[in-house]
């Protein structure tokens, strides 16, 4: 009985069914870091609205929060989302299917989260300063670094590797990570 594997492609002999299931865990693996992160961030933000001093806030500053609760719900729903299709989908033999949409799930979620943290340190720089000629720079660059060591020093990662007449990776290493095509 010949067995339908991976090996060519991942360097790793697993059946189509065994590369999802190890993807979706490792997957889950990285959700539960960006998951707790966005979840502080949102409930810390969801308590300044109470505090005494959040009236003293200036009209662009109280906007700037609203968008700030909107992007951390959003982040939180996108990071929490592959959970739900996993439930949902759980035992209907679609794990490939769900797994890509869980991780693009996923990159929308961290990219929320992105979004929510540059403009949270917006706000706080904003509130902290009063010379707010030089915040958006610093937020600018922070957001610079997040872009940079989130998803272009990935997407370089994975374009070098994908190059062709590159010297292959090892085998233990090789497609580690890499989502099916959805």
Not at 33 to 58: K, M, N, Y
Not at 96 to 106: E, F, G, K, M, Q
């Amino acid at each position: 009985m010949e067995r339908d594997t991976q090996a060519d492609v991942t360097g790793r002999d697993e059946s189509p069914s065994e590369r999802a299931d190890r993807m979706w865990n490792d997957l889950l693996q990285e959700i539960r870091v960006a998951q707790t992160g966005v979840q502080i961030l949102f409930g810390f933000l969801l308590t300044v609205v109470f505090q005494p001093t959040f009236r003293q806030l200036s009209d662009t500053d109280r906007t700037l929060y609203v968008v700030i609760i909107v992007l951390g719900a959003t982040a939180t729903g996108a990071l929490v989302a592959p959970v739900s299709i996993h439930r949902v989908v759980s035992g209907r033999f679609i794990k490939p299917r769900a797994v890509v949409w869980a991780s693009r799930l996923t990159v929308l979620g961290l990219f929320l989260l992105l979004v929510t943290m540059a403009a949270s340190l917006l706000l706080v720089l904003r509130v902290a300063t009063q010379d707010e000629s030089y915040v958006p720079w610093i937020v600018a660059g922070v957001a610079a670094l997040y872009v940079l060591w989130w998803f272009v020093i990935p997407a370089v990662s994975r374009i070098r590797r994908d190059e062709p007449g590159r010297e292959e990776c090892s085998r233990g290493e090789r497609g580690r990570g890499d989502v099916p095509e959805g």
